[in-house]
């Protein structure tokens, strides 16, 4: 069975991974990743409490919605684990190379999964991980699948 948890259940989990960190507590690998996400990202350190639950980041106010972000950090990290789709771990590798910082990487690779999935939402059919591909491909100037 697939973890797929509501708007609310994901954010719960991030704010209650931070707080077990604050409370130096025990955490589990997905807690630890995700604290990881949250260390590299201080900005978001003040909505991480149960205040934010119900707040909506709408991107027509340019406002980046922190607990969108961290997921996507998460699906990332994720992918590069697994090599899943098959090739992201060395798009990964040639992305850091490229811009010479690992989160700024990660960064573009978010904005490559984010158009993989606005893509298949607007079109109405499943996300095409090739075209997250040739996305990054062509942020790391290599030949797309079309080439």
Not at 1 to 30: G, V, Y
Not at 57 to 85: C, K, R, Y
Request: charged letters at 25%; a negative charge.
């Amino acid at each position: 069975m697939l973890f797929n948890p509501t708007r609310d259940e994901a954010r719960r989990f991030f704010i209650e991974s931070w707080q077990k960190h604050q409370a130096a507590a025990p955490l589990t690998d997905l807690e630890r990743m995700t604290v990881g996400v949250l260390l590299r990202h201080p900005e978001y350190h003040p909505f991480l409490s149960l205040d934010y639950l119900d707040r909506d980041w709408p991107p027509e106010f340019g406002e980046t919605n922190p607990f969108l972000h961290v997921s996507m950090h998460l699906a990332i990290e994720e992918q590069l684990s697994i090599d899943q789709p098959p090739g992201v771990r060395a798009l990964h590798r040639a992305l850091c190379e490229k811009l010479g910082d690992e989160h700024a990487a990660l960064h573009a690779m978010t904005e490559g999964l984010a158009e993989m999935i606005w893509q298949a939402q607007r079109r109405g059919v499943p996300p095409d991980p090739d075209h997250y591909l040739d996305v990054l491909r062509q942020l790391v100037g290599a030949p797309t699948s079309d080439n």
